[in-house]
C-alpha cells in the first residue's frame, strides 16, 4: 500500500491527552487549547491505514524514506482535524414525523403527541412495516450523509422495534449495513420505551424479563453496549437497573438516556454500575454529577434534541466544573433531532450551552470516541486510525462559528479519501 502524505496544513489538530490540572475556568481554558495539540505549517503521513507522522513540516522524514510508492497531497493552507465521532444516534427507522415537528411548533407536547399514538410508536409501526433491504438502504444513506459531514466513526443504536426479537432484528441489519461502510459504527441494544400491551403489570413484567434475557444474544450478535431509557413513559430506575446489571454481566458496555424529561436518579445509578456514558441528562442533579465525575461517565449532551423539544439546555459549566467529561452527540433521530451534523452541535454547544470552541472541539472528538470506546481514534497521532477531514476554513473556531454550514471539503478514513471537494467518492467515480 502506498505512503500518503498531506503537506502544506496549515492548521493541523492531533489531539492528546488532557493535562491533569483544570481547577479554575483560566485553566479549563488554556488546557483545553493545549489538548488540542494544534501544530501550525505542518504535514500528515499515513502508511497502512495508520497515522505514521503529524507534526511540524521541518520535523517530518523525508519522503525518499518513507515506504515507497509515495503519494503527496496539497491542503493549500487549510485547516486538518481528525474526523469526528457521533455518541448518539438512532440510524435505523422508517417513515416520517414531520407532521408531529409541526405540531410541536403549534404548542402540542412531545408526551401529548405521544399519547395519541404519535412519537417513537409510529416509528415503530413503520419500521416494522418495511423490508429488511429498505431498511438497510436508509441507514446507507444517513450513514453517507454523515461522513459527508466529516464523522468517520459512531454510535448507531436499535430502538424502534421495542420486542425482544424486533430489537435483534434492528441489530443485525445494523451490523450488516455497517460492514458493508467505511465509518466505523458501535452498535447500541437500545430498550426505548414499551409498547401499548406492555405498559403494565404482568405484560409489562414479561418484557422486562424478556429484555434481560435477551441481552446475551445481543452481545453475541454484535452490540458494543446497551442503553437504557429511564424517563416518565418508559423504564423505571428500578428496570433500569435490572437491565444494566445484566447487560454489564454478560460484557456490554452501559449507557442510559437519564434526566431528559423529568428527574429519575438514572445518572447517578448509571454512573455507579459503570456506565461508559449518560446521555442528554437536562434534569440532571448534583449528586448525579459528583457520581458521573467519581466513576469518570461521560457526559454525552445533545443540543439537538434540546432545542427541538424546548428544553432546558443541560449545564455544561456545572458538569465541567464538576469534572464530568463531556461529548456532544447530534441524537440524529427521526422526531426530535432530524439532523447529521456535528457541526451544528458544535455551534449550538458554544453559543447555548458554554463551551468553548476547543472544548466543542474535543467533545465531538477525543471525548465521544472513548464514550464509544474507541479509544483509539478522535486523534491524529502515530499509530492512531487515519481518519481525518480537511476543512475550508483556516483555523479550529471558524467551523464552531458557521451555524449549520457544512464546511467539509474531504474526508479520508483509514487512510483512503471517501469525501473528495464535498462529494462521495465512489458516487464521483
Given at each position: 500500500?502506498?505512503?500518503?502524505?498531506?503537506?502544506?496544513?496549515?492548521?493541523?489538530?492531533?489531539?492528546?491527552?488532557?493535562?491533569?490540572?483544570?481547577?479554575?475556568?483560566?485553566?479549563?481554558?488554556?488546557?483545553?487549547?493545549?489538548?488540542?495539540?494544534?501544530?501550525?505549517?505542518?504535514?500528515?503521513?499515513?502508511?497502512?491505514?495508520?497515522v505514521?507522522?503529524?507534526?511540524?513540516?521541518?520535523?517530518?522524514?523525508a519522503?525518499?524514506?518513507?515506504p515507497?510508492?509515495?503519494?503527496?497531497?496539497?491542503?493549500?493552507?487549510?485547516?486538518?482535524?481528525?474526523g469526528?465521532?457521533?455518541?448518539?444516534?438512532?440510524?435505523?427507522?422508517?417513515?416520517?414525523?414531520?407532521?408531529e415537528?409541526d405540531?410541536?411548533?403549534?404548542?402540542?407536547?412531545?408526551?401529548?403527541?405521544?399519547?395519541?399514538?404519535?412519537?417513537?410508536?409510529?416509528?415503530?409501526?413503520?419500521?416494522?412495516?418495511?423490508?429488511?433491504?429498505?431498511?438497510?438502504e436508509?441507514?446507507?444513506?444517513?450513514?453517507?450523509?454523515?461522513?459527508?459531514?466529516g464523522?468517520?466513526?459512531?454510535?448507531?443504536?436499535?430502538?424502534?422495534?421495542?420486542?425482544?426479537?424486533?430489537e435483534?432484528?434492528?441489530?443485525?441489519?445494523?451490523v450488516?449495513?455497517?460492514?458493508?461502510?467505511?465509518?466505523?459504527?458501535?452498535?447500541?441494544?437500545?430498550?426505548?420505551?414499551?409498547?401499548?400491551?406492555?405498559?403494565?403489570?404482568?405484560?409489562?413484567?414479561?418484557?422486562v424479563?424478556?429484555?434481560?434475557?435477551?441481552?446475551?444474544?445481543?452481545?453475541?450478535?454484535?452490540?458494543?453496549?446497551?442503553?437504557?431509557?429511564?424517563?416518565?413513559?418508559?423504564?423505571?430506575?428500578?428496570?433500569?437497573?435490572?437491565?444494566?446489571?445484566?447487560?454489564?454481566?454478560?460484557?456490554?458496555?452501559?449507557?442510559?438516556?437519564?434526566?431528559?424529561?423529568?428527574?429519575?436518579?438514572?445518572?447517578?445509578?448509571?454512573?455507579?454500575?459503570?456506565?461508559?456514558s449518560?446521555?442528554?441528562?437536562?434534569?440532571?442533579?448534583?449528586?448525579?454529577?459528583?457520581?458521573?465525575?467519581?466513576?469518570?461517565?461521560?457526559?454525552?449532551?445533545?443540543?439537538?434534541?434540546a432545542?427541538?423539544?424546548?428544553?432546558?439546555?443541560?449545564?455544561?459549566?456545572?458538569?465541567?466544573?464538576?469534572?464530568?467529561?463531556i461529548?456532544?452527540?447530534?441524537?440524529?433521530?427521526?422526531?426530535?433531532?432530524?439532523?447529521?451534523?456535528?457541526?451544528?452541535?458544535?455551534?449550538?454547544?458554544?453559543?447555548?450551552?458554554?463551551?468553548?470552541?476547543?472544548?466543542?472541539?474535543?467533545?465531538?472528538?477525543?471525548?465521544?470516541?472513548?464514550?464509544?470506546?474507541?479509544?483509539?481514534?478522535?486523534?491524529?497521532?502515530?499509530?492512531?486510525?487515519?481518519?481525518?477531514?480537511?476543512?475550508?476554513?483556516?483555523?479550529?473556531?471558524?467551523?464552531?462559528?458557521q451555524?449549520?454550514?457544512?464546511?467539509?471539503?474531504?474526508?479520508?478514513?483509514?487512510?483512503?479519501?471517501?469525501?473528495?471537494?464535498?462529494?462521495?467518492?465512489?458516487?464521483?467515480?
Amino acid at each position: 500500500m502506498a505512503t500518503w502524505v498531506l503537506r502544506d496544513i496549515g492548521e493541523l489538530l492531533t489531539i492528546g491527552d488532557p493535562p491533569s490540572t483544570d481547577t479554575t475556568r483560566s485553566e479549563q481554558l488554556h488546557n483545553s487549547i493545549q489538548t488540542l495539540g494544534m501544530v501550525h505549517d505542518t504535514m500528515l503521513i499515513v502508511s497502512d491505514d495508520k497515522v505514521l507522522f503529524a507534526g511540524p513540516s521541518s520535523d517530518a522524514p523525508a519522503t525518499h524514506l518513507l515506504p515507497q510508492p509515495v503519494i503527496v497531497q496539497t491542503a493549500r493552507g487549510q485547516l486538518v482535524t481528525p474526523g469526528l465521532c457521533d455518541p448518539h444516534t438512532h440510524l435505523i427507522w422508517a417513515g416520517d414525523r414531520s407532521r408531529e415537528f409541526d405540531l410541536r411548533n403549534l404548542g402540542a407536547s412531545y408526551q401529548t403527541i405521544a399519547e395519541q399514538g404519535g412519537g417513537i410508536t409510529s416509528t415503530v409501526s413503520a419500521t416494522d412495516r418495511a423490508s429488511d433491504e429498505a431498511l438497510m438502504e436508509a441507514m446507507r444513506a444517513r450513514l453517507d450523509t454523515a461522513l459527508l459531514h466529516g464523522i468517520t466513526s459512531m454510535e448507531v443504536k436499535t430502538g424502534y422495534g421495542l420486542l425482544p426479537a424486533a430489537e435483534l432484528r434492528l441489530l443485525r441489519l445494523i451490523v450488516a449495513t455497517s460492514a458493508q461502510h467505511p465509518i466505523a459504527v458501535s452498535p447500541t441494544f437500545l430498550c426505548h420505551v414499551l409498547p401499548a400491551s406492555a405498559k403494565e403489570g404482568a405484560e409489562r413484567e414479561r418484557l422486562v424479563a424478556a429484555l434481560v434475557d435477551t441481552l446475551a444474544t445481543a452481545q453475541q450478535q454484535g452490540a458494543d453496549a446497551i442503553d437504557v431509557y429511564c424517563d416518565v413513559g418508559a423504564f423505571t430506575l428500578e428496570e433500569t437497573r435490572r437491565l444494566l446489571a445484566r447487560a454489564k454481566a454478560v460484557g456490554l458496555l452501559l449507557r442510559c438516556h437519564a434526566e431528559q424529561f423529568t428527574y429519575t436518579g438514572a445518572a447517578q445509578l448509571a454512573a455507579e454500575l459503570g456506565a461508559r456514558s449518560v446521555e442528554h441528562l437536562e434534569q440532571l442533579d448534583p449528586p448525579g454529577r459528583a457520581a458521573m465525575a467519581a466513576h469518570q461517565t461521560i457526559a454525552n449532551l445533545l443540543p439537538g434534541a434540546a432545542l427541538t423539544l424546548r428544553l432546558p439546555w443541560p449545564d455544561a459549566a456545572q458538569l465541567r466544573n464538576a469534572g464530568v467529561t463531556i461529548a456532544l452527540g447530534t441524537d440524529c433521530n427521526p422526531g426530535s433531532s432530524h439532523t447529521p451534523s456535528q457541526q451544528l452541535m458544535m455551534s449550538l454547544a458554544c453559543t447555548q450551552m458554554g463551551l468553548s470552541c476547543a472544548e466543542s472541539w474535543l467533545a465531538v472528538t477525543q471525548h465521544a470516541a472513548r464514550s464509544i470506546g474507541c479509544d483509539a481514534r478522535g486523534q491524529l497521532v502515530p499509530g492512531a486510525p487515519a481518519d481525518f477531514v480537511l476543512w475550508d476554513a483556516d483555523g479550529f473556531q471558524q467551523v464552531c462559528q458557521q451555524l449549520g454550514h457544512n464546511l467539509v471539503r474531504s474526508v479520508w478514513v483509514a487512510g483512503t479519501e471517501q469525501v473528495l471537494d464535498g462529494v462521495r467518492v465512489s458516487a464521483a467515480e
